[in-house]
């Protein structure tokens, strides 16, 4: 496994960066935090969206739009049955499984890793519906082509974005038990006739998973280094 360097210190800055993503979440109220928050949100709501749009795309549906902003986004989209229920799950699961990918780019010299960062990050510019939808999908692909070029400073960032990413794919399916008309869940629970709750479980579960994971990772980088 190639590495871009050696850092002995992966595993406390894992759990400091965890503390602070949760801290960020915790504490939204602070205006302060918030305006913080504003930096990373985008990329978050951007990994959300777009996992949406990529397996639509990937089950044969159509896309029609893709709207991005500081905290929230959507994708106006067709597709058949079972493309609809992919894609109504994605979300979630995918932004999940890219923090944890963003975290390892972090660690591995893998050229393939970033390059499907990159090509994930792109596709969405064919059906941006706005200049304000191409900022944040530009300022996005930016952050995460300067955390390359960074070196050291950008290693870290990029270890914070998982972790954030992560974090966030935990806490923000938190917010979907109090909405029974509208959401992911909701429409899964259309298309299943399962309860809407379980999807919000299995989101959680599918996050702690990846998080654990990343915490194995620095767990074991830690100890080989």
Known sequence: MNTINKNPNSLPIFIIFLIISFLFFILDHNKYV?????????????LHENSHLVMTLLT?????????????GHVISRNHYL???????????????????????SFLANKYIKGFILAFCFI?????D??????FTLYVITVFYLCWKLEKIGQ????????????A?????????????????????????????????????ISLFF???SFKFSLKYNKNT
Not at 34 to 46: A, T
Not at 124 to 128: Q, R, V
């Open 169 to 205: 794919a935990i806490y923000s399916p938190t917010y979907l038990f109090a909405y029974s008309d509208t959401g992911d869940h909701v429409n899964l629970s259309s298309l299943t006739l399962l309860p809407s709750f379980l999807f919000i479980f299995l989101w959680l579960f």
């Open 130 to 135: 706005g200049i304000i939808t191409l900022f």
């Open 124 to 128: 969405p510019l064919i059906f941006i």
């Open 156 to 167: 870290y960032l990029l270890r914070f974005i998982g972790v954030y990413v992560m974090t």
């Open 34 to 46: 918030y305006f913080l928050s504003w930096l990373f949100k985008p990329i978050e709501v951007f």
């Open 83 to 105: 493309g609809n229920l992919i894609s109504s799950f994605s979300g979630y699961a995918g932004a999940s499984f890219l923090g944890c990918l963003i975290y390892l780019s």
């Open 60 to 72: 044969g549906g159509s896309v029609e739009a893709f709207n991005l902003r500081v905290d929230h």
């Open 211 to 213: 998080l654990y994971f």
